[in-house]
Structures are given as C-alpha cells and as structure tokens.
C-alpha cells in the first residue's frame, strides 16, 4: 500500500508545475497576479464543495473544530502565498527550476517538522542520510538555475 501513497504524492507533485503554468496564464489574462490567485482560489473553493456535496459526508462540528490551536486554521494562507508566489515566479524561473527551488523549501521545513516533531508530524530525527540528500538536493536546484 505504501507504494500507491507514494505513487499518489508524485502525481500530487506533477500537479504542482501544471497549477502554476495554469495560473500564470491566467494572470496574463487578467493582468493581475492577485486577481488570478484569488480566481485559482475561488475554483477551488467551488470544486471542494462539490466534492464535498459528492460525498454525502456530514458536516463537521465546527464546535469542536473550534477547540483547535489558532494555528490550524492557517493552512489556507500558506495555499495563498504558495499559488500567488508560483503563478508570480513561474514565467521568471520556468517550470523546472521554480519546482525544483519549492522542493528544496520543503525539504528544509519537513526536516525541522520531523526533527521537532512539530504540528502534529512524529518525530523522525535528522540524520547523515537526510542531511546528505538535502544537500544533494539544493547541489540540483543549482545546477538546474544555473542551465
């Protein structure tokens, strides 16, 4: 099973490159990139309430989802940041090196959320191999922003 998950996450990750090609489009049509991540936005919004109608699910407890520590609800601005900085950096970086640089970002947050155990990822300490890999991560985001 671990193997379809990781299948998943990489077709979750070619999404990445289309959703900023997409949007960038779209900001050359509006002429605005603020515009075109709040339409983005908006698209999803309306596609993950249909799924969600789909789904027949019950709504949740908001009550209870209230409990929550404030910075679970803060996901959204990430997406946000994450859509309006790719549609921006996308025409300037191209495809490969704008994805390569957001792996490599992700790889140095994911090492302190794993290392620190932070919002609510087990712990997973750093060590040579990842460190290792890291490195050798941002060695070909170089190599690919220097082509």
Not at 15 to 20: E, G, K
Not at 24 to 30: D, T, V
Not at 32 to 56: D, E, G, K, N, Q
Not at 59 to 67: E, I, K, N, R, V
């Amino acid at each position: 099973m671990y193997i379809w998950y990781c299948a998943l996450a990489v077709l979750a990750g070619m999404l990445i490159p289309l959703q900023a090609g997409v949007n960038a489009q779209l900001r050359a049509w509006l002429g605005s990139p603020h515009y075109a991540t709040l339409v983005s936005l908006i698209v999803s919004l309306a596609s993950m309430s249909l799924v969600c109608l789909a789904s027949r699910q019950p709504p949740p407890d908001f009550a209870a989802a209230a409990q929550a520590p404030w910075w679970a609800w803060t996901g959204g601005i990430a997406g946000v940041v994450l859509v309006f900085l790719a549609l921006v950096l996308a025409p300037k970086l191209g495809a490969t090196a704008l994805v390569a640089s957001i792996i490599g970002g992700q790889m140095l947050c994911s090492l302190v959320f794993d290392q620190f155990a932070l919002i609510g990822f087990h712990h997973h300490p750093i060590n040579l191999a990842r460190i290792a890999g890291t490195v050798l991560l941002f060695a070909g985001v170089l190599l690919i922003q220097r082509s």
